[in-house]
C-alpha cells in the first residue's frame, strides 16, 4: 500500500513554485493537516530554514503547514510520526548524503511502503528508484551509496530532456547517458519531462499530467508512454 | 616538469575528431612515435578496441600510432613506459572507476608530474583536476573516491556551457551547480569552453584556443578569462 506522486519538476515555466500540482496536491494530501519537508537537497545552496520558508509559501495556498526535518532532534520519530512527507528537488549528491548520515534511508522506505502520502519532486523524485544512477546533478559531495529508497522498481531521470537538433554543444544528450548507463545496469529508466508526474496509489502506478514519458530498457529501443498509461507491471 | 594538453572537447560542432586541435598535438606529440590511449571512459559504451581504433585513425594524420592500455597486461608498466598518453572522454565515473580498479591512478600522477607529454579530452581532462566533482557526466557506476590526478591544482568542467536566456528547461544552469559545489568545496573551477585548452608546460598553464573561459571560485562572483591568460598561480 503507498500513497506517492513522484513529480520531474517542482515548477513549470512561468509559473510559480508548484502551481501545477496544487489541485493534485489538494487531493494527495487531503488527509494532511501538517506535511514534514526534507529540504537536504538545498537547491542553490539556500539554508534548510529558507528552503523550507519558501515551500510553506506554497501549501499555504492549500491550507497546508510545513514543517522542516532539520527542526526536529530526532528525525527518525519525525519521519514515523508525519502525517505526509515532501523532498524538495536540489542536488540528489547531496540529498542521499544526507539521508544516509541521519541515518533515515531505511525509515523513510518502510513509512512510505506502509502508505503514509509522498510528494518528491526532481532530486526528491530520483530517491524513489532503486538508486540515484540517473540524477543529472553534479556530484558535489560523495554519498556512502548511489542506493535509493526503491519504492518504485526502476529509477527516474527527472527534467528529461529530448535532443536538440539544432545545437552545436558537443556534449552528449540524456539519451546517450541513459544508453551508457545500460551498458553496466539493468535497472529501467523513465525520462520524466518537466509537467508529468506518476502517481503510486495502493499497488497501482499511473502516469499523470499532460506530456508524455520515454522509457528506456537495456538492450531495448526507448518507447514514448503516452500519459494515463499504467506502469504498474514495469520492472 | 609537465607537459600536458587538457582541452574541453575532443571534437568541435562540423568538424572531424581531434582536427581543431592536430596543429598542437603535432608539436606536444613531437618526440612520441607511440601513444598509449587509455580507452576507459567507453563513449556511448563502445569497447575498448573500438575505442581505440577510432583514435587512431585520427591519430595517423600526423603519423603517430596508437596503442590502447587494455591491450597490455601489466597496465602499470606500460603507463610507465609511455612516450605519450591520450586519456579519451566518455563517461568520467567510469573512466575514475577504472583507474582505480587497475590501481594505475598514483602511477598516472606520477609519470604526468615527471614530464610524460599528456593529452586529455572532457572525462580525460577532469580526472587532471584534483577530484571528479565538476563532471557533467550521468554517475552510471559508483566510484570508490571522486579523488583524481591532481596534476593541475584546480578542477575543469569541460564542455562548459552558458546559460540559454531562452531555455524553458527548469533543471540547474552549468553555472547554478558550479556554485553548489562551492557551498561544499574550495577548489577553483574552471569553465572551459568547447575549443579551449590548457597547455601546462614545465611550471607554466596557459589557456590556448579560440574562446575566453570562465573562472569560478568559492565566495568570487565568475570571471572571464582571455585566451592567452596565464593561470599558473590559479589554486
Same mark, same amino acid.
Given at each position: 500500500?503507498?500513497?506517492? =506522486? ?15 500540482? $496544487?489541485?493534485? /496536491? ?9 506535511? =514534514? ?30 514543517? *522542516? ?14 502525517? *505526509?512527507?515532501?523532498? @524538495?528537488? @536540489?542536488?540528489?549528491? /547531496? ?16 513509512? =512510505? ?10 532530486? *526528491? ?23 535509493? $529508497? @526503491? ?40 525520462? /520524466? ?17 499532460? $506530456?508524455?514519458?520515454? /522509457? ?14 499504467? $506502469?504498474?507491471?514495469?520492472?
Amino acid at each position: 500500500m503507498k500513497n506517492l =506522486l513522484i513529480a520531474s519538476t517542482s515548477t513549470v515555466h512561468g509559473e510559480s513554485y508548484l502551481d501545477y500540482l $496544487l489541485p493534485a /496536491l489538494r487531493l494527495h494530501f487531503e488527509k494532511c493537516k501538517t506535511i =514534514l519537508f526534507i529540504p537536504y537537497a538545498r537547491p542553490g545552496g539556500i539554508s534548510h530554514q529558507e528552503y523550507t520558508d519558501y515551500v510553506a509559501k506554497s501549501f499555504k495556498k492549500i491550507d497546508k503547514e510545513i514543517k *522542516g526535518l532539520h527542526e526536529f532532534d530526532n528525525p527518525i520519530e519525525a519521519i514515523k510520526n508525519a502525517e *505526509g512527507i515532501f523532498t @524538495g528537488g @536540489g542536488n540528489t549528491f /547531496l540529498l542521499v548524503s544526507q539521508l544516509y548520515s541521519h541515518t533515515i534511508m531505511t525509515t523513510l522506505t518502510e513509512v =512510505l511502503k506502509s502508505g503514509t502520502p509522498y510528494l518528491g519532486t526532481s532530486a *526528491g523524485s530520483n530517491i524513489c528508484g532503486l538508486s540515484m544512477q540517473n540524477t543529472n546533478d553534479m556530484p558535489i559531495v560523495y554519498p556512502p551509496s548511489f542506493k535509493t $529508497l @526503491g519504492v518504485i522498481p526502476f529509477n527516474i531521470n527527472a527534467h528529461y530532456l529530448d535532443p536538440d537538433p539544432s545545437s552545436k554543444h558537443m556534449g552528449e544528450t540524456r539519451e546517450t547517458r541513459i544508453n551508457e548507463f545500460h551498458e553496466f545496469n539493468s535497472i529501467p529508466v523513465l525520462g /520524466l519531462r518537466e509537467g508529468s508526474w506518476l502517481e503510486v496509489r495502493n499497488y497501482k502506478t499511473t502516469l499523470r499530467g499532460a $506530456l508524455s514519458a520515454r /522509457l528506456f530498457k537495456k538492450g531495448e529501443k526507448p518507447k514514448e508512454l503516452a500519459t494515463g498509461t499504467d $506502469l504498474t507491471d514495469l520492472k
